[in-house]
């Protein structure tokens, strides 16, 4: 569908004419694949902004890179405007940018959406300190604002509606949200928990009465400051998209309730492939149109050494994470301060988008086929770590290193928030529970009546043996203690110290002991244990097993998962290949699909920031339960044909190479 291009007014009050021929039509965020996010945090320091931006090179970057959308930045933390404002302070702005990218978007039929800080907006509590959240010890945060007070109202909000005004912008994406707020003692936090509680001191820590009720009441003032300017923005542009950044992410566990039009997070750091691989699972169960940002460089830590940016080859890995699970797919890049975008920098946004398309057909919006599940547990993280939100750092360790270990071992592996447990649990082969410290009981009763109707349940944790204990046909002995273990493996031993609980079997069978130390003769005790439940079975590991991997990512740990796995069930996919290719059951239409990830050399450590190369590996033998014989097995993007033989309700077939991404894929 075309549209014809209309007149709109820039943000100095100059129209654009566009013309009258037809461009593309602007995609709305639920139709959008593939975009670019170009932000540069304005501040009073800058001396250029906007000098090297022209016609030209936003041409340039539109036409080669072809994105469905643009964000590009209007306020940044720092929280001055990047434009000429007339309602709050702009940086020094030597040529209006967003005006500029504005004309080449509209040309183009690309949407545009802002970068915007939120709840972080320094200057704003510089300039108005009653604006500021206030520390527990009475000081004032220098960098968040209250979501309490006016600030949402007197700057925030009419920030917003002048870019919608003077840019005709389709979206903002609200940076700086929930993981930048934290508890507020201010006047007007503690009379509200004053009037919930009774109690007219706030609590400070967690051993202070009405802890977990304080919290939950910042947090729930932030999804009132978020369905506040959400509401008043659509009220002002409807067809107006909006994300907070990382609400309803594991970042924010929270079953999507507010209007929010998209969800959308950036991941950075080293091994990103292990948090979006986490990240991009959560988010497929999310109900809303989501995304995820890669940053297209490096933040390395040398004292000298600014950002190493990330070669083509480094983010097509990274997006495989992500397009396989259905989502969309966007990457960041900072220009110059004086706006200038590399034709490097677009060479490469060109390779990893025509990559991207190569792909969309078969991923874009796909679902899962339901194999093995893991528990991502909200209640545990809200009632345990002290934060409002995350990220959460060694207290979402748990989930992230089962994930990891279990698609090392080559199983389809979804993850699910314990807000959606309930209703999807019968769905799956085999569920499994990380060693959360306190999942709840209600989870807890539902996974229990999952097992007795026939499902198969891993358990892992010494918090979830004790609650778990009468299920699991095991005898605590004493308390959860922090102990060296020792399992042994095929080659060595897997090192798993941590937090275990002495059990006794009661009916259990012992699958693996541990040790003390590397000595396998001597004072073993019971590391993990399997019985029938109802229908079903259960098997448990007493100590930390998604921790201990997330730490160390050891053969070892990861090989007793799969010993584990292996004895719970026999799942429908079956492939031989190196521990680095990640695999994910999809259906789309009337196709099913076997995503296959090449994650060999990806980056993990500071000292070795980007990657140009990922050998290929091959050749890969798949097994797969079918009903029936196919018709046609196929491998894409390549477009050929796989042999393969099908007998007793089983393809098998032979894929003799993987570069960095491939579906099998044949009709359903």
Not at 303 to 331: D, Y
Request: glycine share 10%.
């Amino acid at each position: 569908m075309s549209i014809t291009r209309r007149e709109f007014t820039g943000a100095l009050g100059a129209p654009f004419l566009a013309g009258a021929q037809t461009v593309r039509r602007r995609l709305r965020r639920e139709e959008s694949y593939f975009g670019i996010h170009l932000d540069l945090h304005p501040s009073d320091q800058d001396e250029a902004l906007g000098r090297d931006v022209t016609e030209e090179m936003a041409a340039r970057l539109l036409d080669r890179v072809k994105p469905d959308y643009l964000q590009y930045d209007y306020k940044g933390h720092v929280g001055f405007i990047g434009y000429p404002s007339k309602v709050s302070v702009s940086a020094p702005v030597v040529k209006d940018s967003l005006a500029i990218w504005r004309k080449a978007t509209s040309d183009r039929g690309v949407a545009l959406y802002i970068h915007f800080s939120g709840v972080w907006d320094s200057q704003a509590v510089k300039e108005h300190p009653e604006w500021a959240r206030v520390r527990p010890d009475g000081g004032k945060e220098e960098r968040q604002t209250s979501t309490f007070g006016p600030y949402v109202d007197l700057r925030m909000i009419p920030q917003l509606k002048e870019a919608i005004e003077n840019y005709d912008i389709e979206g903002g994406w609200v940076d700086g949200e929930c993981w930048a707020t934290n508890p507020d003692y201010c006047a007007a936090a503690v009379e509200a928990f004053r009037r919930a509680t009774g109690h007219r001191e706030p609590p400070r820590g967690p051993e202070d009465p009405g802890w977990l009720e304080f919290l939950e009441l910042n947090r729930e003032q932030f999804r009132k400051y978020v369905r506040h300017y959400l509401d008043e923005i659509h009220k002002f542009r409807p067809q107006f998209q909006i994300a907070s950044n990382w609400l309803y992410t594991t970042l924010a566990p929270e079953r999507p309730e507010l209007p929010v039009d998209f969800i959308s997070g950036d991941y950075l750091g080293n091994a990103c492939i292990s948090r979006a691989r986490l990240e991009s699972r959560y988010l497929s169960w999310a109900d809303k149109p989501w995304d995820l940002m890669a940053w297209g460089f490096q933040n390395a830590r040398g004292e000298t050494i600014g950002p190493v940016h990330k070669p083509a080859a480094q983010l097509m890995q990274e997006s495989s994470v992500v397009l396989a699970q259905g989502g969309g797919f966007q990457i960041y890049y900072q220009p110059t301060r004086a706006g200038k975008v590399d034709d490097r920098h677009i060479g490469v946004m060109e390779k990893v988008a025509r990559f991207c398309r190569e792909r969309q057909e078969l991923s874009h919006k796909s679902e899962t086929v339901p194999e093995v599940g893991v528990l991502f547990s909200k209640e545990s993280l809200y009632s345990t770590t002290g934060k409002l939100f995350g990220g959460w750092g060694r207290a979402e360790e748990a989930a992230a290193g089962i994930v990891d270990a279990l698609v090392e071992n080559h199983y389809s592996v979804d993850v699910i928030p314990d807000w959606k447990l309930s209703e999807v649990a019968g769905r799956y082969a085999c569920l499994v529970v990380p060693d959360w410290a306190d999942i709840s009981a209600g989870a807890r009763d539902i996974l229990l009546s999952y097992g007795r109707g026939g499902g198969r349940l891993l358990i892992a944790g010494a918090r979830n043996a004790e609650l778990f204990k009468e299920a699991l046909q095991v005898r605590l002995a004493g308390t959860a203690s922090v102990q060296r273990a020792w399992i042994p493996g095929a080659e060595v031993f897997a090192d798993v110290h941590g937090l275990w609980q002495d059990v006794e079997p009661a009916g259990a069978f012992v699958l693996e002991s541990r040790y003390p130390t590397y000595d396998s003769a001597r004072d073993g005790k019971p590391a993990a244990t399997l019985n029938a439940y109802g229908s079903g079975r259960i098997a448990a590991i007493y100590g930390p097993a998604g921790a201990a991997f997330a730490q160390t990512h050891g053969p070892e740990t990861r090989r007793l998962m799969g010993r584990l796995m292996g004895r719970l069930y026999e799942p429908a996919v079956t492939l031989e290949g190196p521990p680095t290719v990640e695999l994910a059951r999809r259906r789309k239409g009337g196709r099913t699909m076997l995503h296959l990830i090449n994650t060999t050399g990806m980056q993990v450590a500071d000292a070795y920031s980007a990657i140009d190369f990922v050998p290929p590996v091959g050749p890969l033998r798949v097994r797969i339960r079918m009903d029936r014989a196919p018709a046609r097995v196929e491998f894409s993007p390549a477009g050929a044909s796989l042999t393969g033989v099908w007998r007793d309700g089983v393809w098998t077939g032979v894929l003799d190479r993987l570069d960095v991404h491939g579906i099998i894929w044949w009709d359903a």
